[in-house]
């Protein structure tokens, strides 16, 4: 006989860039363009080669060819993964060259993206969201690599737990960050940095997967100069989620959304190549009809239908989750800025 019904969470939030454009972040439309202005002259011509062969249109005096950054950082994996089979021998562009590019483009980001964390911490609506998360002890599916809800949630005190990387959820309000985050490091990058500084989020049975955070979160250089790049999963169409941390994270990211009375996206989009997250919501309402799946072996007795409100300007984005939560879910659509309804609703 099935088991009484158990919700891991009443409320659940999906976050994504619609949610971050109030607070000053760009939008993934426009993420290649602007970060184009930051790199320096020589960064600016390696990645232009990498452009320019993958779309010869490109001209970088005219924004609108500028290819999509999810198209093309999925473009250079191509590149990457079919260098060595694609030509007889190396020619006058190096494969480091384009590691290089790439590397450089995606520290930019991040160095950028710390910046904007600095500013945005005091916008006056956020204090508001954070109250209502902790009142609703809610579980929040971000997709963004930002730093504004870690310091909202989790600035008394950055763990593992409040992270979501425990095989069982803490109580309280937990933040799951299945794309990676800006202040997640691999551990071996780290260990030069005084351990005062940096703590243990996730350890599993081998070292090259141990994954730190800093207290305080910022970008790290060497003292030889040397750049850092924090545990993301770039904006490709060929995501890679093989690490155990990443294991852990859509494992829980599945129970959240299986049974929750409440189910609320601000300002993501579900975009149409995200395959693994399209999957990831059709088990989380699968499982809201039949039931969440045990550890060892059934089913839950199943919770039901979750009630699903969508804030997004966008209607394309309302009616692609709408696809994916099927004809037996009730979903409301909110036609407001995350911003607008956080103040509509305080």
């Not at 209607?315 to 407001?336: L, N």
Request: aromatic residues 10%; charged residues 25%.
């Amino acid at each position: 006989m099935k088991g009484q019904p158990q919700r891991v969470r009443d409320v659940v939030y999906v976050v994504g860039a619609g949610f971050s454009a109030g607070l000053g972040y760009p939008l993934t439309k426009d993420l290649l363009n602007e970060v184009w202005k930051r790199l320096d002259a020589s960064s600016q011509r390696r990645l232009a080669k990498v452009i320019k062969f993958h779309h010869p249109a490109f001209d970088p005096s005219v924004a609108t060819s500028f290819p999509n950054i999810e198209q093309l950082l999925t473009e250079i994996s191509v590149n990457l993964e079919l260098f060595d089979a694609s030509r007889p021998i190396e020619g006058n562009f190096k494969k480091p060259e384009l590691e290089a590019a790439k590397d450089s483009l995606l520290w930019e980001m991040a160095e950028w993206f710390h910046e904007i964390y600095k500013r945005a911490q005091s916008t006056p609506w956020l204090a508001a969201f954070g109250e209502r998360l902790e009142a609703n002890s809610a579980a929040i599916v971000s997709f963004n690599w930002d730093l504004i809800l870690d310091h909202l949630l989790l600035d008394d005190g950055i763990d593992g737990s409040g992270y979501g990387l425990t095989k069982e959820l803490a109580a309280g309000p937990v933040l799951l960050k299945p794309h990676g985050s800006l202040n997640w490091y691999n551990s071996r990058d780290v260990k030069h940095v005084a351990k005062s500084q940096r703590v243990a989020i996730f350890d599993d049975q081998r070292p090259t997967d141990r994954v730190e955070a800093f207290r305080s979160p910022r970008p790290i250089r060497s003292k030889v100069g040397k750049r850092y790049n924090p545990l993301l999963i770039p904006p490709t169409f060929l995501k890679d989620f093989k690490r155990p941390i990443f294991q852990r994270l859509w494992n829980n990211c599945t129970n959240v959304l299986s049974t929750p009375k409440t189910l609320i996206f601000l300002g993501y989009s579900l975009p149409t190549a995200d395959l693994h997250a399209q999957f990831i919501f059709r088990c989380g309402f699968h499982n809201q009809f039949e039931g969440r799946l045990k550890p060892t072996r059934g089913r839950f007795r199943p919770t039901g239908p979750a009630d699903v409100i969508i804030v997004n300007p966008d209607e394309g984005a309302a009616k692609r989750i709408r696809k994916v939560a099927g004809p037996g879910v009730d979903c409301e659509w909110i036609c407001s800025t995350v911003e607008d309804w956080v103040a509509a609703t305080a």
